[in-house]
């Protein structure tokens, strides 16, 4: 039985051995739209109508091209589909580097592209410290418009970005934007994990703070000052140290700390990295959590549950975040109005075993 090539068939034409399949593979192994023609005994037009589901292929030529496109693991690049139909049906997650808040991003982010018919690709130039500010630029223009459809950017450095395509913004380092944005209640969530530690008795806290270029940093240092204002304690400036995000940064800040002839009964800290990182710290110097030094962290990242002990922690809602950041995206790209532009996710607190009262009672 033998195929026809213009696209109306009877039937295709099977039967090629494995080693001739290998042979017409491409130089560089990636299976070509000719090789599935040849392999399937139709012409490139042929494969071309049911890739892409067009009329007038027999059906059982489409069913039995299918299979060969299985068979032989062809895909079409995703320069060429955008080329022909204007979309790649991709969306790009666009962070700076792989840590783990831009990791919980990407798990919410594959929740919300179930059954939508997208998929997802990742984009991370690996952290480099020269691109620590404009990245989103950089990489905006290597995949918008060509690899991928629409963008969520993952704590952007700038959003006075203009590209051809919808972009939403997670947790935006200079805040809301012209730009959609997704971000938690950074502010209210700090005051939550300081208030839990002033309830508790204490009013020697130290805070280990974020990056100050970052308005998620700068909120939370003031939801610890409006914590210990709305409290009546006066802040103890001499309490504070830089810590940037940075594990090992902030150990070095929770060891200053420490080391202060009157040391603070507890830290507050501004991400879970710098909680952890201070953990180790009074691990070091034989302090025991929460016996003699309380700690509480921002975030939620799942190391949190499993450090020693289980660290006390105000939970954003990371995951949920990507997730909704993508629901944003996908409605933009089918034209649709946003019921709401910026979006703020609640922070709640959550108790685990690193904090106690002062000298270790619950």
Same mark, same amino acid.
């Given at each position: 039985?033998?195929?026809?090539?213009?696209? *109306?068939?009877?039937?295709?034409?099977? $039967?090629?051995?494995?080693?001739?399949?290998?042979?017409?593979?491409?130089?560089?192994?990636?299976?070509?739209?000719? *090789?599935?023609? =040849?392999?399937?005994?139709?012409?490139? =037009?042929?494969?071309?109508?049911?890739?892409?589901?067009?009329?007038?292929?027999?059906?059982?030529?489409?069913?039995?091209?299918? @299979?060969?496109?299985? #068979?032989?693991?062809?895909?079409?690049?995703?320069?060429?589909?955008?080329?022909?139909?204007?979309?790649?049906?991709?969306?790009?997650?666009?962070?700076?580097?792989?840590?783990?808040?831009?990791?919980?991003?990407?798990?919410?982010?594959?929740?919300?592209? #179930?059954?939508?018919?997208? +998929?997802?690709?990742?984009?991370?130039?690996?952290?480099?410290?020269?691109?620590?500010?404009?990245? @989103?630029?950089?990489?905006?223009?290597?995949?918008? $418009? %060509?690899?991928?459809?629409?963008?969520?950017?993952?704590?952007?450095?700038?959003?006075?970005? *203009?590209?051809?395509?919808?972009?939403?913004?997670?947790?935006?380092?200079?805040?809301?934007?012209?730009?959609?944005?997704?971000?938690?209640?950074?502010?209210?969530?700090?005051?939550?994990?300081?208030?839990?530690?002033?309830?508790?008795?204490? !009013?020697?806290? $130290?805070?280990?703070?974020?990056?100050?270029?970052?308005?998620?940093?700068?909120?939370?240092?003031?939801?610890? !000052?409006?914590?210990?204002?709305?409290?009546?304690?006066?802040?103890?400036? =001499?309490?504070?140290?830089?810590?940037?995000? +940075?594990?090992?940064?902030?150990?070095?800040?929770?060891? @200053?700390?420490?080391?202060?002839? *009157?040391?603070?009964?507890?830290?507050?800290?501004?991400?879970?990295?710098?909680?952890?990182?201070?953990?180790?710290?009074?691990?070091?110097?034989?302090?025991?959590?929460?016996? #003699?030094?309380?700690?509480?962290?921002?975030?939620?990242?799942?190391? =949190?549950?499993?450090? !020693?002990?289980?660290?006390?922690?105000?939970?954003?809602?990371?995951?949920?975040?990507?997730?909704?950041?993508?629901?944003?995206?996908?409605?933009?790209?089918?034209? @649709?109005?946003?019921?709401? %532009?910026?979006?703020?996710?609640?922070?709640?607190?959550? #108790?685990? !075993?690193?904090?106690?009262?002062?000298?270790?009672?619950?």
């Amino acid at each position: 039985m033998t195929g026809q090539t213009n696209g *109306q068939t009877n039937g295709p034409m099977y $039967g090629r051995g494995e080693d001739e399949m290998t042979e017409r593979r491409s130089t560089n192994g990636r299976v070509t739209m000719q *090789q599935v023609a =040849s392999e399937a005994g139709v012409s490139v =037009s042929t494969v071309s109508k049911v890739i892409n589901g067009r009329y007038g292929v027999a059906s059982e030529t489409s069913a039995h091209v299918f @299979e060969v496109v299985n #068979r032989l693991g062809y895909e079409a690049s995703l320069v060429a589909r955008s080329l022909r139909n204007s979309r790649t049906n991709v969306l790009g997650v666009l962070v700076a580097d792989f840590e783990p808040f831009s990791t919980e991003v990407l798990k919410g982010a594959a929740d919300a592209i #179930r059954d939508t018919g997208f +998929e997802l690709v990742a984009y991370s130039a690996g952290g480099r410290v020269d691109e620590h500010v404009g990245w @989103e630029r950089r990489y905006l223009s290597r995949v918008m $418009g %060509t690899l991928v459809d629409g963008a969520v950017l993952v704590t952007p450095t700038v959003t006075d970005v *203009q590209y051809d395509g919808p972009i939403v913004a997670v947790d935006p380092h200079t805040g809301r934007s012209s730009l959609p944005t997704v971000t938690a209640d950074n502010l209210q969530g700090a005051r939550l994990g300081v208030d839990h530690l002033l309830e508790l008795g204490h !009013r020697r806290i $130290g805070m280990v703070t974020g990056r100050p270029d970052l308005i998620s940093a700068r909120l939370r240092e003031r939801g610890y !000052r409006e914590a210990h204002a709305a409290a009546g304690v006066p802040v103890d400036e =001499s309490l504070l140290r830089l810590g940037a995000f +940075e594990a090992a940064q902030a150990g070095d800040a929770a060891r @200053e700390l420490l080391a202060l002839p *009157q040391p603070p009964t507890a830290i507050f800290a501004a991400n879970d990295a710098s909680a952890l990182a201070a953990l180790e710290v009074a691990a070091e110097l034989g302090l025991e959590v929460p016996e #003699r030094l309380s700690v509480v962290g921002f975030d939620n990242i799942p190391d =949190s549950a499993l450090s !020693r002990p289980p660290l006390t922690t105000v939970q954003q809602p990371i995951r949920q975040m990507g997730h909704d950041a993508v629901e944003m995206l996908v409605a933009l790209i089918a034209g @649709e109005e946003l019921a709401h %532009t910026h979006v703020t996710l609640e922070t709640t607190l959550v #108790r685990r !075993r690193s904090t106690a009262a002062p000298g270790g009672t619950p």
